[in-house]
């Protein structure tokens, strides 16, 4: 288990830096002079713009500044925004918010999501799992802006359940609707995983062995079905929990919440490249830690799988 762990600590490595520097070239190669807009629609003044280019080292070369952005990088510096403030400050401001939102909608995701593939793939064919299949037909057809404009229409005007847009990003309660949103689609998608996975997994030898010897039905699907139909499930969980903090980015926009995504948004208008990059950084790290976790996962839900 430590050379496998120690091996795939090792392939993060290369992933890591390429992904980094992609997004670190494409944001520095985008049109525009992120300093000049600072003045506005004034023309900057040509000592204090260049007094500003060497402050943040856009007078180097590119690969040099990419090199000296990596180096600070690895010793847990992400750099400072436009406006002077380190973006760790940003990043550890911003991260909160989102870290709750990402973990309400993955909550909602797992329960619901199981619980109704679950019910689904042991009902096959029957009124249940019809309704469970058109159900999530609907959320994977409709796009999240969409889903987020009918929910704050529904349930935010017309019902009076709750403020259409987030006032406190800080108050866990007022993030609930746009957690059902965000995990809208990967719920649909969980949910029709487990009822593929339950539906094939209740015809296996194992299953039935566990039916002829006696054991009460709850064993035979918690213990024995449910377990090991959710390896495919965990798979994608575990790299949906970073899609959740990257996807973010519309769900916050569309209910103002002041998280990760919003602080992203605002530093892609303003073409802020060290902040844009240094949350970048953070969530490959978040995909990849994930990735891990999921591999070290398997073992624990099927005790048959081995790591060398």
Known sequence: ??????????????????????????????????????WGDKAPDPVQLAALKHQQHFD?????????????????DFG??????????????????????ALLAFGIEI???????????????KVFDKSALIFTLLLISIPVPVLGFLFQTIFGI??????????????????VLPAVVLGSL????????????IAENIKADYVRTAVAKGLPRRKVIGTHLLRNSLIPVVTFLGTDLGALMGGAIVTEGIFNVQGVGHALYQAINMKEGATVSGFVAFL?????????????LYAVLDPRIRYA
């Open 111 to 125: 329960v619901l999501g199981i619980g109704i593939g679950l019910f689904a793939g042991l009902r096959r064919g």
């Open 60 to 76: 180097e070369p590119l690969v040099q500044q990419y090199l000296d952005y990596m180096a600070g990088l690895l010793t847990g």
């Open 284 to 296: 490959v790290i978040v995909y990849l830690a994930a990735g891990l976790i999921v591999d070290l």
């Open 158 to 175: 017309n019902l009076k359940w709750v403020t259409p847009t987030v006032q406190d990003s800080n108050d866990i309660t007022q993030l």
């Open 186 to 197: 990967s719920l649909a998608y969980v949910a029709r995983l487990t009822r593929t996975s």
């Open 80 to 101: 400072k925004a436009l406006d002077g403030r380190p973006v760790l400050d940003k990043i550890t401001e911003a991260l909160p918010v989102t870290v709750q939102l």
């Open 1 to 38: 288990m430590g050379r496998f762990v120690a091996r795939r600590l090792l392939q993060m490595i290369p992933v890591f830096l390429g992904t980094t520097a992609l997004i670190f070239f494409m944001v520095h190669l985008l049109p525009g002079d992120p300093l000049a807009a600072l």
